[in-house]
């Protein structure tokens, strides 16, 4: 039969160039663009000759055409699937170029149903040019090593988000230099920069937990309500928690918990039986997961719409507060000093990392800092042979699927930082033959959605891992086609998922159903969240070669990409009702830190081009009117979806330390740096001084915004009517921008970030260093002296509002005299679960401090902290 299928006559095919056989010219045969084609500069124009075979179909009279596979003879047999799809894809887009030719390119909307338009890639003579994602991304010596797909990569790639840090930094260096009594960013800096105080906030932390007591007695006086804890481990493995955290087994668990506490039914309360080291592991999970259940029934400041039963009432009334972790930590460490790293072990490692992941007061969505410790995770996972699948192993029948379920969670951790971060992986794939843990159906319906998430999660990863592999390899660049072509697939992908409106349409009245809606909710921020990262390295790649049209195509299928996740915003509106985290997802925590992913990245996007709008306005004085109307247009809606965004992540800063700092940093930034009135430009303000001064040294490198034509400013003004519109939805509240420093949740969260710099024996100046790379004038230094005077404000007389009082002399700077606080226990907001108390010593000389530099020096402090830690642009 094989000898009926018509072939071609084969021939030897020429190893130079098409080009330089036309041109008669030399070829070096280097692909995919020869020497000769790279003089001319028509890289474009270099093809070689491959072998083709034609086969045609029956009596349709159509012909396919492809590639021979390796070492076969038959053409219906070969693997020609990948390499026609991949031609048919060239010829639609070039059909494409060629039917807009003569038009702006416009992003294709797709007519599936799925969550995002498509976008297909246009082509460009310079496709074949390098792309490098590694540029410029290692040049401050000193800062935190980030992925190249994390923000603070792109901080320094982005010559507009870069001029906004520089010159928040020349600003606190001027400010440190103008001699000025009685000026409030001195009295501020003064007081965080006093080590006495530092070390004296870190012993009162330390206070909590007797060094010189045995973590036993520490951990009976803690753990006394035998109630609570059994109704709060009910709670995990009933809830959607366990879908999060599928890293224990129920039964095994409860048996371990019942041979250290006693049993559940007992009369006579907690019995007792704590006497191997080993035991801590037991001690160490049960925290975190009442600490986890506990935060079950928080709504992101929302009532619950759900009638209460008396066990939530019960776990109401008996809050788990973050303190309750340092338990958990010192089991850990207990335990580190174990040889032989048991199953039970790894398990309690995973959790902690888990917990740091959805924790409020650990939650960090920019860096993904739950992988520090990914190296140390999977040294244990090789100790308990989790990288060989448990049937070649001899693990029990039983307990195969969990073992899976263990390696797999490693795996989906390192992948979650080579995705989001752009850190190199450090787990190979021949490394391990693990299989997927097995979806049977005997088992319960619960479990099988476990195990199917593992299997979806793992699609993502097969199509991302060669992409990824692509672009982060620091030995050699690929091209712009290659990159292209594997990115299709990821878009592809993000097509299948559902929109946030779909999602939130599924039913949720079981556990298995929101646990879905969690699934698919997972998904679709990541994929969206990546592909906003890629398209922004494409955007700045085109706008340092001056393509306007591929500059405008990315940024606009950016701000397109930005709308399909935007909607997410709503469930921290708190008049917004139907946006309701409890009533779809059950478990808020389970995807606040994925909403607190999507915002930020958006927010960043936002920033950039509110930063590109103010550019234009300080830069180009005889602008057409038009032009400058469509700018003040496209930064009023900018600004107003950054506000949107600060007032919902301060909605949750009560509880979420990550919110609190970025609703601090980007408020400075949106409120003083990117402040733009409407026409000219206007007074120019002292933080201008130093954007255009670091704008006009930098701006060399990408000057395309300054290229736009007035159609393309409308595309952009277009493209942000997906985000606007949700904007417009919005209940009108004020921004926190004047936030009183002396709310306790401002207290609750300074005390974290005095403690980490004292951890850290690093003060403010060496957290903020100056090296002075911009030289200013006298005229830049006499308007930084003018402007002081709006620092001075009510304190001119050495005297606060809040009762405190300022000492300045020229050598010594400011100081602030300590504020006498009532002593006790001061709670937080009680928003819908009180989490807990906070023991305060007898005076607070850091919150007073804050009080006394005011909200907008405290906002630069919270910008340029969380700069320097990753946390924040």
């Known amino acids: 039969m094989d000898d009926d299928i018509p072939r071609e006559a084969e021939r030897w095919l020429p190893r130079s160039s098409q080009e330089s056989q036309l041109t008669l010219s030399q070829c070096d045969q280097i692909k995919p663009i020869c020497g000769a084609c790279r003089k001319r500069k028509d890289p474009h124009m270099c093809h070689y000759e491959e072998a083709q075979w034609s086969v045609h179909l029956g009596n349709n009279n159509e012909t396919l055409v492809g590639s021979p596979s390796n070492g076969s003879s038959l053409p219906h047999r070969a693997p020609y699937n990948s390499e026609l799809q991949a031609l048919n894809e060239r010829i639609r887009s070039l059909e494409a170029a060629l039917h807009q030719k003569g038009s702006p390119i416009s992003p294709q909307t797709s007519t599936s149903s799925g969550s ?29 090593t980030q992925g190249s797909l994390s923000w603070v990569s792109l901080l320094r790639k982005d010559v507009y988000l870069n001029c906004i840090h520089v010159s928040v930094k020349n600003r606190n260096r001027i400010m440190s230099q103008v001699q000025k009594k009685d000026t409030k960013d001195m009295a501020f800096k003064n007081k965080f920069t006093n080590q006495t105080d530092l070390n004296a906030k870190l012993q009162e932390q330390c206070k909590h937990i007797d060094k010189n007591k045995p973590l036993s007695e520490h951990i009976k006086e803690t753990l006394v309500d035998q109630k609570l ?3 709060l481990v009910d709670r995990f493995f009933d809830s959607e928690l366990y879908f999060i955290m599928p890293i224990l087994e129920r039964a095994e668990f409860c048996k371990q918990l019942t041979g250290v506490i006693g049993r559940r039914d007992s009369e006579t309360g907690l019995k007792w039986s704590l006497t191997k080291k080993v035991q801590y592991t037991t001690i160490g999970i049960l925290i975190i997961i009442m600490r986890l259940a506990s935060l079950s029934l928080y709504n992101a400041g929302k009532a619950i719409q759900r009638e209460l039963t008396a066990e939530d009432k019960y776990i109401l009334e008996h809050p788990v507060s973050e303190s309750i972790m340092r338990i958990a930590e010192k089991c850990y460490r207990e335990i580190q000093s174990f040889r032989h790293i ?10 902690m990392r888990h917990y740091e992941f959805y924790a409020p007061e650990e939650c960090d969505c920019s860096t993904a800092t739950t992988t520090d410790r990914l190296g140390q995770m999977f040294q244990m996972a090789l100790q308990n042979s989790a990288n060989r699948d448990p049937s070649k192993t001899g693990v029990p029948l039983k307990t195969r699927n969990l073992i899976r379920r263990l390696w797999y969670s490693v795996v989906h951790l390192d992948f979650y930082q080579l995705m989001i971060c752009g850190a190199p992986s450090i787990i190979s794939q021949n490394c391990y033959d693990t299989e997927f843990p097995h979806l049977d159906e005997s088992e319960t319906p619960f479990d099988y959605q476990i195990d199917k998430t593992f299997a979806d999660r793992q699609k993502l990863y097969d199509i991302c891992r060669p992409f990824l592999d692509l672009i982060l390899n620091v030995r050699e660049a690929p091209t712009v086609t290659q990159v292209k072509k594997y990115l299709g697939p990821i878009e592809e992908f993000q097509r299948t998922l559902p929109s946030i409106e779909v999602i939130m349409a599924k039913p949720s009245d079981t556990v298995i159903q929101r646990s879905q809606k969690i699934r698919y909710f997972h998904l679709l921020v990541d994929v969206v969240s990546f592909l906003n990262m890629i398209y922004y390295h494409f955007f700045l790649h085109y706008n340092s070669k001056k393509n306007i049209e591929l500059s405008m195509f990315y940024m606009t299928s950016m701000l397109k990409n930005c709308a399909s996740i935007y909607p997410a915003i709503q469930f921290f509106d708190p008049a917004n009702k139907e946006f309701d985290l409890n009533k779809h997802f059950g478990c808020a925590v389970a995807v606040i830190q994925k909403i607190e992913l999507a915002l930020h990245r958006i927010i960043q996007i936002m920033f950039t081009l509110a930063s590109r709008m103010k550019a234009y306005k300080t830069m180009v004085k005889n602008g057409e009117d038009s032009i400058f109307a469509l700018i003040d ?18 909605k949750i800063s009560d509880y979420y330390y990550h919110a609190w700092v970025v609703s601090k940093c980007h408020t400075f930034i949106t409120d003083k740096v990117l402040k733009m009135e409407k026409g000219p430009l206007g007074i120019i303000t002292t933080t201008d001084v130093q954007f255009i001064a670091t704008l006009k040294k930098e701006m060399f490198k990408d000057e395309s915004i300054f290229m736009f034509s007035k ?3 409308q595309s952009i003004l277009n493209a942000l009517d997906g985000v606007h519109s949700i904007d417009e939805l919005q209940s009108q509240q004020e921004s926190p921008a004047n936030t009183d420093m002396l709310s306790e949740k401002d207290k609750h969260w300074l005390e974290q970030i005095i403690q980490d710099m004292s951890t850290q024996s690093t003060s403010i100046d060496a957290q903020f260093p ?4 911009f030289n200013f004038t006298n005229a830049d230094m006499n308007a930084w002296d003018t402007i002081m005077n709006e620092n001075i404000g009510d304190s001119s007389n050495g005297e606060l509002s809040n009762g405190g009082s300022i000492s300045a002399n020229s050598e010594s700077g400011a100081s602030i005299s300590t504020i006498p606080t009532d002593t006790g226990l001061l709670s937080r907001p009680q928003t819908q679960v009180p989490l807990g108390n906070l023991q305060f010593p007898p005076s607070t000389p850091a919150s007073a401090a804050v009080g006394a530099a005011g909200a907008s020096n405290f906002d630069e402090f919270m910008y340029q902290y969380s700069t320097q830690n990753s946390m924040g642009l």
């Open 229 to 231: 804890i059994w109704l």
């Open 342 to 351: 048991k199953l039970d072990i790894f398990q309690f490692c995973l959790m």
């Open 633 to 650: 247009q496209i930064a009023q809606n900018a600004t107003g979806s950054m506000k949107h965004v600060i007032r919902g992540f301060d």
């Open 116 to 144: 995002a338009t498509y976008y297909p890639h246009p082509p460009s003579a310079d496709d074949y040019e390098i792309m490098n994602f590694q540029k410029n991304h290692y040049e401050v010596h000193g800062m935190p």
């Open 770 to 773: 100056f090296d002075g790379s």
């Open 711 to 713: 159609d393309d400013f």
